[in-house]
């Protein structure tokens, strides 16, 4: 039940007049003397005032002095304590401490937000900067590394170039192979002709050998036959050997009878010396012919071994033909397979042409790339170290923030929150 | 001139007077002949005789020289000999009076003959023949008789 406190002082008058006029009213009747009864009516009028004046004081002041020690506390920052009045009937001084009672409690959310937030930062703060030196370092090894990647840059450059050049060095080799394969090629295709042209002669050469060859075998045959007649022509001439001796010896013997025959003889001695020389004619004539066949045989056996030889020696050198022949067939082939050979190589070697071509390009490429890398790597360089300046005076700032954040939290620890707190 | 049959032992030509050849034969059949000496080539049959040959070049000591199939009959009043000889030439007129002395002493040459186209011919004496015939078989004790 609310009472105001004017109320409050109006019903204790009240209450000290009522309780004056009921002592005034019941004293007659209190067994006491009469001159007694004034003095008792005022000093019970007196007690009943100072009694209720005194609770009433007591308790107003109570009141006020809770809440003026409220205020102290709030003064103070203890904000752990609410602040309690005791009143039988509510009056303004309750309203009063709600209303601190309120202020206290958004302080405390208040205080306790900045506290935490304050915390927060300081945590963040710290590990910020923390992070900020972290980063700062990473920053460093970022530059040193970047560093090494410039220089990395310019060997790659180098690297580059040195491949540049021996890539063009190995564009004209390749063209070198491509012309001597080239060469190769035409050299193959005339080697084809010539062994062509060789096969060719050597078929002519068999041709030829094979004809002369059968004429040879058709010559020597006929030599043969021949010597064969010439033999026949030997034997004949024996037999007219062996007349002629017979007739030398008859002459020879007809000269001695005709001799005996003395005078008559004489004529016929003429005769058989005539016969005689007749004889010795005929054996010269036939040992004329008998050398002659001699030397015909001799020369015949001679051709004829002359022609077995002929025939050996052609006969090898119509193998030595064949031989050439498979000899230039062979050669073609291989000429053939070497032309394929090197057609194939001088494919090949355009097909590398082209494709050093493009590996030209993209080493050009490669080097604008290097190039732009090593621009791109300084400028990083150059970034890097911004960074990191910018990385320390960011840690500088964190380290800074994380003081003010300290200092905001001491500030802040001054509030009281807790009960516990205070003690 | 006088008609002489030439004939060779080993290289040296020798003539005969063809009185004294009876004839000329040609590789007649040879009979062997029991104990023959070096000289005698066996026997041949001319016409119904039994001659012996003799070999001259063996009885003159010319070695290496040939022997002619031809062989040289001599006349009955020769004594019928057969002689081999190196070769059988032919029958030559000689002129007998142009002999020279033999430089070689040759005891078978009775007379060393000149010829205007030929060396000069060795007319063999037979008698040295016979007397060296004789002088071997009285030698061999007479077996070999004719």
């Given at each position: 039940?609310?009472?105001?406190?004017?109320?409050?002082?109006?019903?204790?008058?009240?209450?000290?007049?009522?309780?004056?006029?009921?002592?005034?009213?019941?004293?007659?009747?209190?067994?006491?003397?009469?001159?007694?009864?004034?003095?008792?009516?005022?000093?019970?009028?007196?007690?009943?005032?100072?009694?209720?004046?005194?609770?009433?004081?007591?308790?107003?002041?109570?009141?006020?002095?809770?809440?003026?020690?409220?205020?102290?506390?709030?003064?103070?920052?203890?904000?752990?304590?609410?602040?309690?009045?005791?009143?039988?009937?509510?009056?303004?001084?309750?309203?009063?401490?709600?209303?601190?009672?309120?202020?206290?409690?958004?302080?405390?959310?208040?205080?306790?937000?900045?506290?935490?937030?304050?915390?927060?930062?300081?945590?963040?703060?710290?590990?910020?900067?923390?992070?900020?030196?972290?980063?700062?370092?990473?920053?460093?090894?970022?530059?040193?590394?970047?560093?090494?990647?410039?220089?990395?840059?310019?060997?790659?450059?180098?690297?580059?170039?040195?491949?540049?050049?021996?890539?063009?060095?190995?564009?004209?080799?390749?063209?070198?192979?491509?012309?001597?394969?080239?060469?190769?090629?035409?050299?193959?295709?005339?080697?084809?002709?010539?062994?062509?042209?060789?096969?060719?002669?050597?078929?002519?050469?068999?041709?030829?050998?094979?004809?002369?060859?059968?004429?040879?075998?058709?010559?020597?045959?006929?030599?043969?036959?021949?010597?064969?007649?010439?033999?026949?022509?030997?034997?004949?001439?024996?037999?007219?050997?062996?007349?002629?001796?017979?007739?030398?010896?008859?002459?020879?013997?007809?000269?001695?009878?005709?001799?005996?025959?003395?005078?008559?003889?004489?004529?016929?001695?003429?005769?058989?010396?005539?016969?005689?020389?007749?004889?010795?004619?005929?054996?010269?004539?036939?040992?004329?012919?008998?050398?002659?066949?001699?030397?015909?045989?001799?020369e015949g056996t001679q051709v004829q071994s002359r022609m077995a030889q002929i025939i050996q020696e052609m006969e090898a050198g119509h193998a030595a033909v064949d031989r050439t022949n498979q000899v230039f067939a062979e050669i073609t082939g291989t000429a053939e397979d070497t032309r394929g050979k090197a057609q194939v190589i001088s494919d090949l070697t355009q097909h590398q042409i082209e494709g050093a071509e493009q590996i030209s390009r993209a080493i050009d490429e490669i080097d604008k790339v290097v190039s732009d890398n090593?621009?791109?790597?300084?400028?990083?360089?150059?970034?890097?170290?911004?960074?990191?300046?910018?990385?320390?005076?960011?840690?500088?700032?964190?380290?800074?923030?994380?003081?003010?954040?300290?200092?905001?939290?001491?500030?802040?620890?001054?509030?009281?929150?807790?009960?516990?707190?205070?003690? | 001139?006088?008609?002489?049959?030439?004939?060779?032992?080993?290289?040296?030509?020798?003539?005969?007077?063809?009185?004294?050849?009876?004839?000329?034969?040609?590789?007649?059949?040879?009979?062997?002949?029991?104990?023959?000496?070096?000289?005698?080539?066996?026997?041949?049959?001319?016409?119904?005789?039994?001659?012996?040959?003799?070999?001259?070049?063996?009885?003159?000591?010319?070695?290496?020289?040939?022997?002619?199939?031809?062989?040289?009959?001599?006349?009955?009043?020769?004594?019928?000999?057969?002689?081999?000889?190196?070769?059988?030439?032919?029958?030559?007129?000689?002129?007998?009076?142009?002999?020279?002395?033999?430089?070689?002493?040759?005891?078978?040459?009775?007379?060393?003959?000149?010829?205007?186209?030929?060396?000069?011919?060795?007319?063999?004496?037979?008698?040295?023949?016979?007397?060296?015939?004789?002088?071997?078989?009285?030698?061999?004790?007479?077996?070999?008789?004719?």
């Amino acid at each position: 039940m609310r009472v105001e406190i004017s109320y409050k002082f109006i019903v204790g008058f009240l209450i000290v007049i009522a309780a004056v006029v009921v002592v005034s009213l019941t004293v007659p009747y209190w067994p006491v003397p009469s001159w007694l009864r004034q003095p008792l009516t005022i000093g019970c009028a007196l007690l009943v005032g100072l009694v209720v004046g005194a609770l009433f004081s007591r308790a107003f002041a109570k009141n006020i002095r809770a809440l003026t020690e409220a205020g102290d506390r709030l003064g103070q920052g203890d904000l752990s304590q609410d602040v309690q009045v005791s009143n039988l009937f509510c009056d303004e001084t309750d309203d009063i401490a709600l209303a601190m009672n309120r202020v206290q409690a958004s302080l405390r959310e208040l205080v306790g937000e900045i506290r935490g937030f304050a915390s927060q930062v300081t945590e963040a703060s710290m590990s910020l900067s923390v992070t900020a030196q972290e980063m700062t370092a990473s920053s460093h090894e970022v530059a040193g590394t970047v560093d090494l990647i410039s220089k990395g840059a310019e060997t790659q450059a180098e690297m580059v170039e040195a491949s540049n050049q021996s890539f063009r060095e190995m564009a004209v080799a390749i063209n070198q192979v491509a012309l001597s394969a080239q060469k190769v090629a035409e050299a193959a295709e005339a080697t084809v002709a010539t062994a062509q042209r060789g096969t060719d002669l050597a078929k002519g050469s068999t041709d030829t050998i094979r004809q002369v060859l059968t004429e040879v075998e058709g010559s020597g045959e006929q030599m043969v036959s021949f010597v064969a007649r010439v033999q026949q022509i030997g034997q004949i001439v024996e037999v007219i050997n062996g007349v002629a001796h017979k007739t030398n010896l008859l002459a020879l013997n007809a000269t001695i009878e005709a001799a005996r025959a003395g005078e008559y003889g004489r004529g016929f001695t003429i005769v058989a010396e005539e016969i005689r020389k007749l004889a010795d004619s005929t054996t010269d004539s036939s040992g004329e012919i008998t050398r002659l066949v001699d030397g015909i045989q001799e020369e015949g056996t001679q051709v004829q071994s002359r022609m077995a030889q002929i025939i050996q020696e052609m006969e090898a050198g119509h193998a030595a033909v064949d031989r050439t022949n498979q000899v230039f067939a062979e050669i073609t082939g291989t000429a053939e397979d070497t032309r394929g050979k090197a057609q194939v190589i001088s494919d090949l070697t355009q097909h590398q042409i082209e494709g050093a071509e493009q590996i030209s390009r993209a080493i050009d490429e490669i080097d604008k790339v290097v190039s732009d890398n090593a621009a791109a790597t300084e400028q990083v360089s150059a970034a890097t170290q911004q960074q990191c300046a910018s990385m320390e005076e960011m840690t500088l700032s964190a380290k800074e923030m994380a003081t003010m954040a300290e200092e905001l939290l001491m500030l802040v620890k001054k509030f009281k929150l807790e009960r516990e707190a205070q003690d | 001139m006088t008609l002489t049959l030439i004939f060779r032992i080993g290289d040296r030509a020798y003539g005969l007077d063809i009185d004294a050849v009876q004839e000329i034969m040609e590789s007649p059949p040879r009979y062997p002949v029991p104990k023959p000496a070096p000289f005698l080539e066996g026997a041949i049959n001319a016409h119904g005789e039994v001659l012996p040959v003799i070999d001259l070049p063996a009885l003159m000591d010319v070695s290496g020289a040939a022997r002619d199939a031809r062989l040289v009959v001599l006349a009955p009043e020769f004594r019928g000999l057969a002689l081999l000889v190196s070769r059988v030439e032919r029958i030559v007129p000689l002129d007998l009076e142009r002999s020279v002395p033999d430089p070689d002493s040759d005891p078978y040459c009775q007379a060393l003959i000149e010829r205007d186209d030929s060396p000069p011919v060795r007319l063999l004496d037979v008698t040295t023949v016979y007397t060296q015939l004789e002088q071997l078989f009285n030698d061999n004790g007479g077996t070999l008789c004719p």
